[in-house]
């Protein structure tokens, strides 16, 4: 059955955050499923991010399979609206099946829609399997710019 990608509500926040909190399990962060599904709302309730989610049919319901998550924020040079892509993640069990191309893709056409200048991401420079796929969908590597954090 065919996924589909849709804009997360607040009725959406138990799963998503179940599922965010497998993503921050990823990258080696102890578990805390309240803490993410509370992250998750927080997010929402203050429109402080937009969620997308692919989610499948079942024979007694949806279940979601995979997130984007995109921060707003501006560029003072361009003048108008970025987004910051800074969460994509797709359950094991459905990796391969072209979810996270799609979320990528949904993303990109509601940035259009909502005159969203770019969007930027990064991600860890062993992650050969996910630059591939962003340079495929025409996200390229910045050679312009070299970023910086400060952790505090």
């Known amino acids: 059955m065919q996924h589909r990608i849709r804009q997360a509500g607040l009725s959406d926040c138990n ?3 179940q599922l965010f909190n ?11 499923i309240e803490a993410a599904r509370q992250y998750i709302r927080e997010r929402m309730e203050r429109h402080e991010s937009v969620i997308l989610v692919a989610e499948k049919p079942l024979s007694d319901g949806l279940i979601c399979t995979g997130f984007v998550q995109l921060y707003p924020s501006f560029s003072s040079v361009s003048m108008g609206p970025v987004w910051v892509l800074n969460d994509l993640y ?4 459905y990796r391969q099946q072209g979810i996270a191309r799609k979320l990528l893709q949904v993303a990109k056409q509601l940035a259009f ?8 991401l990064s991600t860890e420079l062993s992650n050969r399997q996910a630059q591939a796929l962003y340079e495929s969908e025409e996200y390229a590597q910045d050679t312009k710019f070299m970023y910086y954090e400060l952790n505090v």
């Open 90 to 93: 797709v359950h094991p069990n």
């Open 15 to 17: 799963e998503v955050g």
């Open 22 to 32: 497998e993503y921050r399990m990823f990258y080696n962060q102890n578990a805390d």
């Open 113 to 120: 829609e909502r005159g969203v200048l770019r969007i930027s």
